[in-house]
Nanobody, 124 residues
Framework: QVQLVESGGGLVQVGGSLRLSCAAS????????MGWFRQAPGKEREFVAAISYSGGVTYYADSVKDRFTISRDNAKNTVPLQMNSLKPEDTAVYYCAISRNLYPGRESDEYNYWGQGTQVTVSS
């Protein structure tokens, strides 16, 4: 049984920072790429960032590039997402997911296990 648990969400002011974390259990997550997605109210879920199984390859959505940083600690089975210079449009529920592949993709159907999500709210 694969389980992903996100943490670190909350309320932050514009320009602030938050660090999300995703803890994986029940599967060797280090053998697969992992990603972060988000879904704002009334919108479809969208890709945020992803990282390869070894951490050597990362992808970011254009909207978060240079502000967010994804990393992974395979010894601890965690995938942090550092979010800086937050904007109101970053407000969403953030989900982490495990890919079927070694290398990351931007499409949600490449990911077969998902966490429950953590709320991030950026106030202006």
């Amino acid at each position: 049984q694969v389980q992903l648990v996100e943490s670190g969400g909350g309320l932050v002011q514009v320009g602030g920072s938050l660090r999300l974390s995703c803890a994986a259990s029940g599967r060797t997550s280090s053998s697969y790429a992992m990603g972060w997605f988000r879904q704002a109210p009334g919108k479809e879920r969208e890709f945020v960032a992803a990282i390869s199984y070894s951490g050597g390859v990362t992808y970011y959505a254009d909207s978060v590039k240079d502000r967010f940083t994804i990393s992974r600690d395979n010894a601890k089975n965690t995938v942090p997402l550092q979010m800086n210079s937050l904007k109101p449009e970053d407000t969403a529920v953030y989900y982490c997911a495990i890919s079927r592949n070694l290398y990351p993709g931007r499409e949600s159907d490449e990911y077969n296990y998902w966490g429950q999500g953590t709320q991030v709210t950026v106030s202006s």
